[in-house]
């Protein structure tokens, strides 16, 4: 069964940079949209970043843009988030989610049906 397992999170000041690593297992990702997501304490989790099957496209959360980018890299099933410039509301558990249908779009998420599984997430903390 495939899994996607976060990694990369941390405790950081104000103004400093993560990068989060999501690496799949189970089957390729390849071909297949994915993204970021975080949920705050006491919030509902919501979308940060997502790529196209063919990272052709990118699109981002208002709130991210200019800071944070996601890339992935193929050979090794990895999804990652450079996260710059983190501000304490960007403290969040981070997840990613790849689209259960391939060829998707970086809008894939706007479709609840296109999630598959959870992982454990990674916790970000941005002190101030």
């Known amino acids: 069964q495939a899994q996607l397992v976060e990694s990369g999170g941390g405790l950081v000041q104000a103004g400093g940079s993560l990068r989060l690593a999501c690496a799949a297992s189970g089957r390729t990702f390849s071909g297949y949209a994915m993204g970021w997501f975080r949920q705050a304490p006491g919030k509902e989790r919501e979308f940060v970043a997502a790529?196209?099957?063919?990272?052709?496209?990118?699109r981002y959360a208002d709130s991210v843009i200019g800071r944070f980018t996601i890339s992935r890299d193929n050979a090794k099933n990895t999804l990652y988030l450079q996260m710059n410039s983190l501000q304490p509301e960007d403290t969040a558990v981070y997840y990613c989610?790849?689209?259960?249908?391939?060829?998707?779009?970086?809008?894939?998420?706007?479709?609840?049906?296109?999630?598959?599984?959870w992982g454990q997430g990674t916790q970000v903390t941005v002190s101030s």
């Open positions: 989610n790849s689209d259960r249908i391939p060829k998707g779009l970086s809008t894939w998420y706007m479709t609840p049906a296109r999630f598959g599984p």
């Open positions: 790529i196209s099957w063919n990272d052709a496209n990118t």
